[in-house]
């Protein structure tokens, strides 16, 4: 009976680290992603692979599985190939065991066993690939025998037929002997690779979960965008929109325009702020686009959206005021899971709230609907 299952969804890291420069001063020394993965423990270590396999490996193979228990013959992570059904079905195995120092050959044996006493029995069959990935990597011993599969074969024979090997399973012989023997002496050991640690923080980078084990190593400064002295109608229409009614509103006026702000200078000052305002997080997305994953800014929003929904449907005046306590809600709003959090300034807390209402998440200052629902309020 096959142990494998299907790949569980990685658990939250704990105490996932929360600001750009991993190591930076305001927390010791600057720690490379290689040196903060040979710090991890093995649970640590078992997350990391989980985020992996769930982004990175899923991405490539048609269907992805993990071990079942003690029962795994071998196989840590199993990546198939092809689809359930077809004959001969390929897969490569994913060896990723957390380890205290760099895998040697002695620690590697009883893995090898496996791989030949279940492929010989025809459990399994053999894969396209054996790869190791390791949080410490390989030792040099070891990488000079996977760089030369006639030695390792060599080896592995000497050992086998010499001392023995004990640990890998009460079925498999610890002196080998007989057409067992020979199958070890004929299996083509040139499937089995190793991926150093550095390539495989390479491949955990492309998973949405880097970043919060990692951290940010920016390559690119924050952009400064000032607002230009035309408004931007591609860009800025619609939460110029609705500042727009929520002044008309607060001075009883229907249709109220740009041409009106000069009768009114407290709206006009007002404006010329929320367009600040507006392109200090429109500075912030790019800065998200460009140094953490793609959805950190959308989640960001989000998060404000949530944070300021209680202030946005209770009963206000007129919609200006509903603005202003959104925005200062905003102003005050904690932060606490964000990538972005330390990247946060005071015009981006107000800003945020005009790009929700031009992503039309709050769709009017004067009606309470926020997004496509609509909430009850007294000043409807």
């Not at 048609?62 to 390929?90: F, H, M, Q, S, Y």
């Not at 490569?92 to 010989?120: M, R, S």
Request: contains cysteine; hydrophobic residues 35%.
């Amino acid at each position: 009976m096959s142990s494998l299952t299907v790949l569980p969804q990685p658990q939250a890291w704990p105490n996932g680290n929360r600001t750009r420069l991993l190591g930076s001063a305001a927390i010791g020394d600057f720690m490379t992603p290689e040196e903060r993965l040979s710090t991890f423990d093995s649970k640590k270590f078992e997350t990391f692979v989980l985020q992996w396999a769930d982004e990175y490996l899923r991405s490539r193979y048609d269907l992805v599985e993990c071990r079942g228990g003690a029962n795994d013959k071998g196989r840590d992570v199993v990546a198939w190939i092809d689809p359930p059904g077809t004959p001969n079905r390929r897969y490569d195995t994913y060896q990723c065991k957390y380890y205290g120092d760099k895998l040697t050959p002695g620690e590697f044996w009883e893995e090898l066993a496996k791989l030949c006493h279940y492929t010989y029995t025809g459990e399994i069959n053999i894969p396209n690939r054996y790869v190791l990935m390791t949080s410490k990597g390989v030792g040099s011993s070891l990488s000079e025998l996977i760089d030369a599969p006639h030695r390792l074969r060599k080896e592995l024979l000497q050992r086998w037929e010499g001392k023995g090997i004990k640990g890998a399973g009460k079925h498999i012989p610890e002196i080998l002997s007989g057409d067992f023997k020979k199958y070890v002496e004929a299996f083509d050991f040139s499937i089995v690779e190793s991926v150093p640690p550095g390539e495989f923080i390479k491949q955990h980078q492309t998973t949405k979960y880097h970043a919060h084990v990692f951290g940010i190593v920016t390559e690119k400064e924050r952009p400064v965008l000032q607002p230009p002295a035309e408004i931007d109608e591609t860009r800025e229409s619609i939460y110029i929109k609705l500042a727009l009614e929520a002044y008309g509103d607060a001075c009883n006026k229907a249709g109220y325009t740009q041409t009106d702000l000069d009768s009114f200078p407290h709206f006009k000052d007002h404006l010329a702020q929320t367009r600040i305002d507006f392109y200090s997080a429109e500075a912030l997305k790019e800065f998200s686009r460009d140094n953490y994953i793609e959805t950190a800014f959308d989640s960001l929003l989000t998060q404000f959206e949530a944070g300021i929904k209680p202030t946005y449907t209770r009963s206000h005046a007129n919609a200006f005021e509903r603005l202003l306590n959104v925005t200062q809600t905003a102003s005050l709003l904690p932060i606490n899971h964000s990538l972005l959090q330390n990247e946060v300034s005071a015009n981006d807390r107000i800003g945020i709230c005009h790009h929700l209402a031009n992503n039309g998440r709050i769709t009017s200052w004067i009606f309470s609907y926020y997004g496509t629902n609509q909430i009850s309020s007294t000043s409807k």
